[in-house]
């Protein structure tokens, strides 16, 4: 399981942490990534980390705001993000990749159930 936590409501400009914390098995061998899905609109990669934690990957519209990293003792992925825009709310979820992981979501094998950001003044 995992269980994503640390959205919450933030002015534009601030900072938030996501954690998701993996429970029920380990995934120090699977690729971690987060994924968001604003109102209205398709669920999008954000950032991807592998599991040697050796490569990241972000989409564009996060780059230089945004990073992933992981804890592998802890089973923990981050995600800090900051300079928050307006256009980053949205429902933000971890998943984990065990092969073929890509910024494509149908390659990610589980899912959290998602934290909401709101970035508003």
């Known amino acids: 399981q995992l269980q994503a936590s640390g959205g919450g409501l933030v002015q534009p400009g601030g900072s938030l942490r996501l954690s998701c914390a993996a429970s029920?098995?380990?995934?120090?061998?699977?690729?971690m990534g987060w994924f968001r899905q604003a109102p209205g609109k398709e669920r999008e990669f954000v950032a991807r980390i592998t599991w040697s934690s050796d490569t990241t990957r972000y989409a564009d519209s996060v780059k230089g705001r945004f990073t992933i990293s992981r804890d592998t003792a802890k089973n923990t992925v981050y995600l800090q993000m900051n300079s928050l825009k307006p256009e980053d709310t949205g429902v933000y979820y971890c998943a984990a990749c065990r092969a073929l992981c890509t910024s494509q979501e149908r390659f990610y094998d589980y899912w959290g159930q998602g934290t909401q950001v709101t970035v508003s003044s």
């Open positions: 029920g098995g380990t995934f120090s061998r699977y690729d």
